[in-house]
């Protein structure tokens, strides 16, 4: 019984491991809205980024189970030959679309239709961690896009990144990063009705 038991423990052991990875994206995510949040009250009614006070204001649940949109393509500014665009919504945090390039570099998905969206949910592929911004914008066709809001904090690899936001008429979805410590990559986006 207790070699049982203990074979058990010892199973436990590195499962919990795994077990313990979106727990930890959980924690990040919700620590990188917070800091997001913060550098939003800081930087209050100040110059730019209209929408980016309001955006960066995130207090919901890390793992949203309904209303998910599955993009049908993707285009970027650049891809690295092993991580095309498609990689960045393939359900995979593990998987990277990545620029292989520094900022600007953007990525624009399409939803295959003109829908209302209310919340854009990244995870980030980064090295090293540092400033990074992002502007967020959608719109019916590729050149009529509008922002929708700006991400602009400390970010690190693994975390996500959440943008509360309401927009509709919204077929095409462009995140564009202006400002990074590193090339431009994200490991999954997530859009949700
Ligand atoms: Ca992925």
Sequence with gaps: MNSIL????SERGPAKGHQGRPAYAIVVG???SLVLGLSACTGGGDEKGEATQKAATS????SPTSGKIV???ATASSSDPAGLPKLAFDGDVTTVWNAGASAPSWIQLDLGQPVTISRVRL???QDPPGPT???ISGGPTPDSLTLIGTLDGNTTGGQWLELNQSANNVRYVKIETTKSPSWVAWREIEIYK
């Design 6 to 9: 203990r074979k058990i423990a």
């Design 71 to 73: 993009p049908t393509s």
């Design 123 to 125: 995870n980030v592929a």
């Design 59 to 62: 207090s919901t649940p890390a």
């Design 133 to 135: 911004m992002h502007e």
């Design 30 to 32: 919700l620590a990188a």
